[in-house]
C-alpha cells in the first residue's frame, strides 16, 4: 500500500478557504497513492483558540464537501485531518465543539469520524473550548492483504492505553493526524517509536508545518514500521511523504516475536 502524508503549512495570512482548496489541490496529487493523510485541525491551526468557535462546522460543512470531491477525484482513501466540528444543537444552547477527523472511501463517502479522545491544554485552550469523543476507531481497508486503520489524534499519542484498544480492535497501522509543537518535537519521534514496537503496527504520525498563532510546528512526519525503523521521516517545513507498505510485516511480526500473546494486564477479567 503506498500512503502520502500531506504536512501542509498553516499561514495565518492564508485564509481557510483558500487552505481548503489547496489542501484538495495536493490530495489530487497523489492519486498514485492509496492512503492520504493530512494533519490536525489543518484549516484553523491547532493553536488557533480564538478561530474555533467562528470557524466550527458541521460534519457535513465546507471541508467535508471539498475533501469527499478531492478524495472521489484522486480515487484515494483519505484521512482529511481533523476539524472544529460543531456538533448538533442542544435545547437552549449551540452545539458544542469537537476536534473530529473524516476519513472518506475513493467513492468520496464519509467512511467514519473520529472525535479525539484527549483534549490538550490543561485548563485553557482545547481542553476548555472542547468536548471529548468517548469511542475507539477502527477503518478496515479492502484488499488482500488488507489493513486495519486505528485512528488517534496528536495528544492521543502520549496515553498507551488507546493504541492497545485500537490493536485489540484490529488496527494494524496506526494513523495520528497532529498539531505538534517544536518544542516537544523529541517527544514526538520517540511517542511515535514507541507506539510501532509495543503494538507491533505500522505508525503513520503526520503533523503540520508553519506557525499557528504563535506556536511553531514540529513537522518532521514520521512513518515506523512495526519493529520501530524509521521508514521515513519529513523536516520542518511543507512537504509530501510517500512510502510503500508491506501488508504483510504487522502479522509476520506478531507470528515472529509473539510479544503481544503474552499480554497480562489491561485484558477482560476471565469468567467466574
Not at 57 to 63: A, H, K, Q, S
Not at 199 to 219: D, F, M
Request: with cysteine; charged share 20%; net charge negative.
Amino acid at each position: 500500500m503506498r500512503a502520502s502524508l500531506i504536512q501542509i503549512a498553516v499561514d495565518p495570512e492564508e485564509s481557510v478557504d483558500s487552505r481548503r482548496q489547496r489542501a484538495a489541490a495536493l490530495v489530487r496529487e497523489q492519486s498514485e497513492a492509496d492512503l492520504v493523510v493530512l494533519p490536525e485541525l489543518w484549516p484553523t491551526g491547532a493553536f488557533a483558540y480564538d478561530l474555533f468557535t467562528a470557524e466550527a462546522e458541521p460534519l457535513d460543512g465546507p471541508t467535508h464537501e471539498v475533501m469527499a470531491k478531492a478524495a472521489a477525484d484522486a480515487r484515494v482513501w483519505l484521512h482529511a485531518g481533523s476539524i472544529v466540528e460543531r456538533g448538533p444543537a442542544a435545547e437552549g444552547s449551540e452545539g458544542a465543539l469537537f476536534n473530529t477527523s473524516l476519513v472518506f472511501s475513493p467513492a468520496g463517502e464519509l467512511a467514519c469520524v473520529y472525535r479525539k479522545i484527549h483534549r490538550f491544554g490543561f485548563d485553557k485552550g482545547e481542553a476548555v473550548m472542547m468536548a471529548a469523543g468517548t469511542e475507539l476507531v477502527t477503518v478496515p481497508l479492502p484488499g488482500s492483504p488488507g489493513a486495519t486503520l486505528g485512528l488517534a489524534t496528536c495528544y492521543d499519542l502520549r496515553f498507551p492505553e488507546l493504541f492497545r484498544g485500537l490493536v485489540d480492535a484490529g488496527a494494524d497501522i496506526l494513523v495520528i493526524a497532529a498539531g505538534w509543537p517544536e518544542r516537544r518535537r523529541a517527544h514526538w519521534t520517540l511517542l511515535a517509536q514507541a507506539r510501532a514496537v509495543e503494538n507491533q503496527s505500522y505508525v503513520l504520525a503526520v503533523g503540520s508545518a508553519g506557525t499557528h498563532a504563535g506556536v511553531q510546528q514540529a513537522g518532521h512526519s514520521i512513518v515506523v514500521d512495526p519493529w520501530g525503523e524509521v521508514l521515513a521521516e519529513a523536516g520542518p517545513d511543507e512537504q509530501i511523504l510517500t512510502v510503500d507498505l508491506d501488508l504483510t510485516k504487522p502479522a509476520a511480526t506478531r507470528e515472529q516475536f509473539p510479544a503481544l500473546k503474552d499480554r497480562m494486564l489491561g485484558l477482560p477479567s476471565p469468567r467466574r
